[in-house]
């Protein structure tokens, strides 16, 4: 019982020296110190890793003129064999264009809730025509 009742002493005691402070009053003003900006590196500096990074496209073209493939080249494969397969391989690509145009609108202006349903038709007319234009790549290569 009297264990009781200094308990209860201490806890009015304990809730009295928390609210004794008034916290509604004049508080002394907060003086802030921001750091300096950060320097940018130099203009050289950022030219080198611009071309460090497009250097993979850089080897890739010339890999490719080194094998013989020319633009002028590619559109003579893709314009011999049927009449259909030019349609089918530009529609194919031309699905995989538009794929990339809604990812730079998803990072440009929409978000993702408005970026899934058009992926998910775009994703549908990509698989389609993709099975297409590569089922007429490899009648082409069965044929020759």
Not at 2 to 10: D, E, K, N, Q, V
Not at 85 to 92: A, E, N, T, Y
Request: net charge negative.
């Amino acid at each position: 019982m009297l264990l009781g009742i200094i308990t209860l002493a201490l806890m009015a005691a304990i809730a009295y020296a928390a609210g004794d402070d008034n916290v509604f009053e004049l508080q002394p003003e907060i003086h802030h110190i921001f750091r300096e900006p950060e320097s940018m590196p130099p203009v050289w500096f950022s030219q080198l890793f611009t071309l460090i990074a497009l250097s993979p496209w850089i080897v890739l073209i010339i890999g490719w003129f080194g094998l013989g493939l020319t633009p002028l080249s590619v559109i003579g494969q893709l314009t011999s064999g049927s009449a259909l397969r030019p349609v089918s391989i530009i529609l194919f690509l031309g699905s995989l264009a538009a794929c990339e145009y809604l990812f730079y609108l998803y990072w440009t202006r929409l978000n993702i809730f408005e970026t899934l349903p058009y992926l998910a038709l775009l994703l549908i007319v990509t698989f389609v025509t993709g099975k297409n234009a590569l089922t007429q790549v490899q009648e082409h290569r069965k044929s020759n």
